[in-house]
């Protein structure tokens, strides 16, 4: 049994048709912008954003914002 292997441009085509069939073309455009590498520095802006801070103190600072009505 041998397996035929698309290439990866043939698949995402398909994908995105499949999508825009389903969805439409602006919640293709969302959908597909979540997965946009981001830029920066994640783990040092964390460690930068969180220091000194505990889990408990981040959660007691989460907890003690007002709720969205979103």
Known sequence: ???H???I?????KATNALVQELGV??????????RAGSGNY????A????GMSVQSILTE???QPKSGA
């Open 1 to 3: 049994m041998s397996a």
């Open 43 to 46: 783990t040092r802006e964390r």
């Open 9 to 13: 441009s043939e698949i995402s085509q």
């Open 62 to 64: 989460i907890k003690s």
């Open 5 to 7: 292997l698309q290439p």
């Open 48 to 51: 930068e954003l969180f220091s």
């Open 26 to 35: 602006v919640d293709t455009i969302r959908f597909l912008n979540q997965f």
